[in-house]
């Protein structure tokens, strides 16, 4: 089957740094997303990864290693805007997008 | 540019009762999607359409669940009759075709009593 594993909570301290993985098995790779998803609200985009290293976009950072089936998102500088969950999505070999369940982050003054 | 617009924003429903959700997706974009999305869980892909033809239903109940894009723009979501399980939000998202980034609308939060 397919799966998408991510922590279900994390917490961390404004200004600091995070780290969220995501691991993942599925039917072929055609590229990993992170979207960023606000309590009410509807996930936007955040990053797109296809070929392994790091793809930097701001205080947004995001890694693959292929090999590993394994990714993660870097968030630095922590804001209280950043409190959110964070759902890791994979594009398999059919162009379908698998999402893992989300990794509420919650940020502490 | 506008983004994808949906309604309604809440409903609320007794089980057996139907609802229908409406999307309108962003100008130009042919692919068009429906998500459930429990609280707690990742979204749930319902069904994609590219233009006015379903490109992949296999997750869709349908035994109680349909979804048209009659004229390859707007989209309307229904189900029929409503369960407890199906209180979820209800998301639609659209993208260009080649692309693989979606937009969301804000989703349709459907409580079933």
């Known amino acids: 089957g397919q799966n998408i594993d991510q922590p279900t909570e994390m917490t961390a301290t404004e200004g600091a740094i995070v780290q969220i993985n995501c691991t993942y098995q599925?039917?072929?790779?055609?590229?990993l997303f992170w979207y960023q998803q606000h309590a009410g609200e509807a996930p936007t985009f955040l990053s797109y990864?296809?070929l392994d290293g790091l793809e930097e976009k701001g205080r947004f950072s995001s890694f693959l290693s292929r090999s590993k089936g394994y990714s993660y998102l870097l968030l630095k500088e922590l804001q209280m805007k950043d409190s959110a969950s964070y759902l890791c999505?994979?594009?398999?070999?059919?162009?379908?997008?698998?999402w893992g369940a989300g990794t509420k982050l919650i940020i502490k003054p | 540019e506008a983004g994808v617009a949906q309604s309604p924003r809440y409903k609320i429903i007794e089980k057996r009762q139907s609802v229908a959700f409406w999307c309108n997706p962003i100008s130009g974009h042919a692919t068009l999607y429906w998500y459930q999305q429990i609280l707690g869980q990742g979204p749930k892909l319902l069904i994609q359409?590219?233009?006015?033809?379903?490109?992949?239903d296999s997750q869709l109940p349908k035994d109680r669940f349909s979804a048209e894009r009659l004229k390859g723009v707007d989209s309307t979501l229904k189900i029929q009759p409503a369960k407890l399980e199906d209180s979820a939000v209800y998301l639609c998202?659209?993208?260009?075709?080649?692309?693989?980034?979606?937009?969301f609308g804000a989703g349709s939060r459907l409580t079933v009593l």
């Open positions: 359409f590219q233009n006015n033809g379903v490109v992949d």
């Open positions: 599925t039917s072929g790779f055609n590229g």
């Open positions: 998202a659209s993208s260009f075709w080649g692309t693989n980034v979606l937009t």
């Open positions: 990864n296809v």
């Open positions: 999505a994979v594009m398999d070999s059919n162009y379908q997008l698998i």
